[in-house]
């Protein structure tokens, strides 16, 4: 059993906490948070608590039983996941090296911190043995879900990609755009990049639009591929590979909104979509080119991945069997079979 702690317990946090949970190969030993909420007072059932320091301790002991502060959680587990708003994860590995304790960091930090970036399908085997890695962010996840199976069968030569991004997460009520379209200024985007940090051999590059929405991201990907290809084998390919969810008109699927309620519908905890849900409708083939629309729930795309991480650093089970593993405790549908 490998022991997990969080430090972190906001939008990503709690889901990793949960799929920990869902997992027979790890335990989740505890949780960190700033000050007491519903979620945290839900999972007192289910592990301990801990202040971040010494002072939110104090805060979060007011209302729920605290076991003490992240450097107690540090010395009893294997591996922290570290779940804080980004830039926090660089000063917090200052502490992580103190107690000699692996970590796994979120897209929000630099490709730099750990020097390694993560991908479950893409480089599972070379996290074995490191003590540091990063889940590359939702939207860089979504790409390469779909980007590594294209390269891997067919050929990537280049990539164009236009990233609709959602304003900000449904529970906070604090940030926008409300009533606009912001383009990012900065071409092209810096998701390009980093997709290249897990996979390469192509060209990439993005733009991005923050719009008002807080369900999902949609991407427009349009790629020139090194061979000529039909719709019916890159229906295979996606068919085949992990974590894509197909979608379709016919079935009533035309918006994120429709993807949010199938996931409802799948009885999803939290009514997440951890999968790159692409539009059938919408592969487009023309010789060497070929273009398709997907959609990222932003919230839980990386869980599938942060639990993979765990087992490919710890060298506990192959790739295979991991992803089988996550994708059956979650309720993705498993296409090993
Ligand atoms: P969040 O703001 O929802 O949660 C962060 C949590 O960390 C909060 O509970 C906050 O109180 C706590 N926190 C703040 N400072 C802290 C500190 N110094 N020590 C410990 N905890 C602290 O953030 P999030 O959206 O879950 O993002 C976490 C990471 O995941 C970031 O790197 C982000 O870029 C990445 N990520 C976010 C999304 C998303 O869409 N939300 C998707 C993929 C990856």
């Not at 906001?10 to 920990?20: D, N």
């Not at 990609?161 to 071409?187: C, M, Q, W, Y």
């Not at 985007?189 to 060209?203: A, E, M």
């Not at 009533?252 to 993807?259: D, F, K, L, N, V």
Request: with cysteine; hydrophobic share 35%; glycine share 8%.
């Amino acid at each position: 059993m490998i022991k997990v702690g969080i430090n972190g317990f906001g939008t990503i946090g709690k889901r990793v906490a949960s799929a920990v949970l869902k997992q027979d190969d790890m335990e989740l030993v505890g949780v960190t948070k700033r000050s007491p909420d519903y979620a945290l007072k839900e999972f007192a059932k289910y592990t301990k608590i801990y202040g971040v320091n010494q002072e939110f301790a104090k805060k979060i002991g007011e209302v729920l039983p605290v076991e003490g502060t992240l450097e107690d959680l540090l010395k009893d587990v294997d591996v922290i996941v570290d779940a804080t708003p980004e830039g926090v994860g660089e000063e917090n590995k200052k502490i992580y090296e103190k107690y000699n304790v692996n970590a796994i960091f979120e897209g929000g930090e630099e490709h730099e911190l750990t020097g390694f970036s993560f991908n479950a399908s893409a480089n599972y085997d070379e996290a074995k043995g490191r003590k540091y890695v990063r889940v590359v962010s939702c939207n860089t996840t979504g790409l390469i879900r779909t980007l590594y199976p294209l390269n891997s069968e067919i050929g990537l030569e280049d990539v164009k990609a236009v990233l609709v991004r959602r304003a900000t997460d449904p529970l906070d009520h604090k940030k926008g755009p409300i009533n606009s379209i912001v383009p990012e200024l900065k071409f092209p985007s810096h998701h390009g990049p980093d997709v290249l940090s897990v996979i390469g051999g192509f060209n990439i590059d993005t733009y991005a639009v923050k719009v008002p929405t807080t369900l999902m991201h949609v991407h427009v990907v349009i790629t020139k591929l090194k061979r000529e290809t039909t719709r019916d084998e890159v229906l295979k390919i996606f068919s085949n590979y992990p974590r894509i969810y197909i979608v379709e008109k016919k079935l009533g699927i035309e918006s994120t909104g429709q993807i949010m309620e199938l996931a409802k519908e799948l009885g999803r905890s939290r009514s997440d979509f951890f999968e790159t849900v692409v539009w059938k409708d919408s592969i487009y083939v023309k010789g060497r080119e070929m273009s398709y629309i997907q959609a990222v729930h932003q919230e839980s795309i990386v869980v599938p991945e942060n639990i993979d991480a765990i087992r490919a650093m710890f060298g506990i089970a192959d790739k295979i069997t991991s992803i089988k593993k996550t994708n059956r405790s979650l309720g993705i549908i498993d296409k090993f079979n």
